[in-house]
């Protein structure tokens, strides 16, 4: 339909000509309500809104000296953090001459991977920057029937 018989239709019934897909050829419009559009599309967009979901990243720290239980008390609130549904980022943290014993901090994370082996995965393997090495682990996908 042309463009001003369109508009002509859309004053006569009292509304207004809204253009709903400029990208296709030709480009598609209603007549309705903008006002009412405009309503509905803020709807669309605050449900979509609602069924997102928002990942984030929670840090444990660590040090090539950290003993068992201060160990087994981190893994503990990595378990949690990760079947809340949160990315962990491990840290071991190297002061000083410990940067000559680094695998000592590979040890600790690569220990870490296997503790938490069946609730996450590691995303990001064990790598040093700087005076720290890091590791990024995310929750394993859940099987849907």
Not at 41 to 54: D, I
């Amino acid at each position: 339909m042309d463009t001003r018989d369109a508009i002509r239709r859309a004053r006569e019934a009292g509304l207004d000509l809204v253009e709903i897909a400029p990208n296709a050829n030709p480009p598609v419009c209603k007549i309705i309500d903008y006002g009412k559009f405009l309503y509905e599309q803020k709807k669309k967009q605050q449900e979509a809104k609602k069924k997102q979901v928002t990942i984030t990243v929670k840090e444990v720290k660590f040090r090539p000296s950290t003993d068992d239980h201060d160990y087994e008390y981190r893994v503990e609130h990595c378990r949690e953090w990760i079947d809340e549904g949160h990315k962990v980022k491990a840290v071991v943290t190297f002061r000083g001459r410990e940067m000559a014993h680094k695998e000592l901090g590979e040890a600790i994370l690569n220990r870490l991977k296997e503790d938490l082996a069946d609730v996450a995965d590691v995303e990001v393997a064990p790598k040093m920057e700087g005076y720290q090495m890091t590791a990024v682990f995310t929750p394993k996908k859940k099987k849907k029937n």
